[in-house]
C-alpha cells in the first residue's frame, strides 16, 4: 500500500498525517516534533484548533478572528470564498485547495461552479461512521476523501456515540492481526483510500499509528466492517445558529445525520 494518495492536482498527499485538534498549545510543538522524526509529513492544523502559533468547514467568521462562536459567524457564501481559495491555488501558493465537512449536497453544489475542483473533502470518517455515500461521490468526481478522527476522537468533549476503539469487530480483527484496534482502524481507512489523520500528543502512539504499512486486514475480515451499525459522532451542534445560516443540525448537514 502506498504511502501517499496522488491528487487531481497531480500533488500528493501522505496517507497518515498527524492531527493537532485539541492538543494544547503548550503540547503541540513537542507532539508535531515527535511525529516529523517518526516520519509524518503531513500536520493537520486550523486557525480554528487556537493552537497555531506556538478555517474550517462550510462555516463563515468574522476576519480576524478563529473562534467559532456565535458573536463571530456571518452567513456562509460558499461561491465567494472558494472563488478567493482559487485564487491562491492559480498564484502558486497553493498546490492543492480543498473543503472540509462538506456535505454530499454541498459538495455537488460546489463542482457545479467551481472552476478549480475541490482536490480534498476532509470529514470524519472512521469505522462507525464509514462515508459511503459521500466516498462513492468523492471518488466519482476526483476528489481525494481525507478522514479527520479516524479513531473515533476518544475523549472529546464534542463526540458523542459509541467507542470506535471499543467496536467488538475492531478488536477482533485487531485481535487475529496481532495489532492495536488504533491500527486496524486507520489500516481499514487507507485500504478503502482514503488518508487519515489520527491526533495524539504521546510520542509513542504517534509511533504506532503511523505503523500500519508493510501489512494489510485480509478481504474476509474487511468484510466485516460492513456490520458495523453507523453513526455520526461529531454532530457540531456548535455551528447552529440562525447567524451561521443553519438553525438546525439537518440544516448544516443537509440532512445526512
Known amino acids: 500500500m502506498a504511502e501517499s494518495f496522488v491528487l487531481s492536482t497531480g500533488s500528493r498527499i501522505p496517507s497518515v498525517g498527524l492531527g493537532v485538534w485539541q ?18 509529513r503531513h500536520i493537520d492544523c486550523a486557525a480554528a484548533y487556537n493552537n497555531e502559533e506556538e478555517i474550517h468547514g462550510p462555516i463563515r467568521i468574522k ?18 470564498t472558494w ?57 466519482s468526481n476526483g476528489v481525494h476523501l481525507s478522514a479527520f478522527s479516524p479513531l473515533g476522537s476518544p475523549g472529546s468533549p464534542w463526540i458523542n456515540g459509541p467507542s470506535v476503539l471499543k467496536n467488538p469487530i475492531v478488536v477482533s480483527v485487531a485481535d487475529k492481526l496481532q495489532k492495536t484496534p488504533a491500527q486496524v482502524a486507520l ?33 474476509d475480515l ?11 459522532l461529531l454532530t457540531a ?3 447552529v445558529h440562525p447567524q451561521a445560516g443553519y438553525n438546525t443540525l439537518e440544516d448544516f448537514w443537509d440532512g445526512e445525520i
Request: proline share 6%.
Open 23 to 40: 492538543i494544547q498549545p503548550d503540547a503541540a510543538n513537542d507532539a508535531i516534533y515527535a511525529a516529523v522524526k517518526a516520519g509524518y
Open 63 to 80: 476576519k480576524g478572528t478563529s473562534t467559532m462562536t456565535p458573536e463571530n459567524f456571518l452567513p456562509t457564501d460558499i461561491p465567494a
Open 83 to 139: 472563488a478567493a481559495m482559487e485564487k491562491l491555488y492559480d498564484s502558486g501558493k497553493a498546490r492543492a485547495i480543498g473543503v472540509s465537512n462538506f456535505s454530499c449536497k454541498k459538495l455537488h453544489d460546489l463542482l457545479a461552479v467551481a472552476r478549480v475542483p475541490p482536490a480534498v473533502n476532509q470529514v470524519e470518517c472512521h469505522p462507525v461512521w464509514q462515508q459511503d455515500k459521500l466516498r462513492k461521490l468523492c471518488q
Open 187 to 219: 489500516r481499514w481507512g487507507i485500504q478503502m483510500g482514503h488518508s487519515v489523520l489520527p491526533k495524539s500528543a504521546n510520542e509513542s502512539r504517534i509511533k504506532e499509528n503511523i505503523d500500519i504499512f508493510g501489512w494489510s486486514i485480509p478481504e
Open 222 to 232: 474487511m468484510a466485516k466492517f460492513s456490520e458495523i451499525k453507523q453513526v455520526r
Open 237 to 239: 451542534e456548535f455551528v
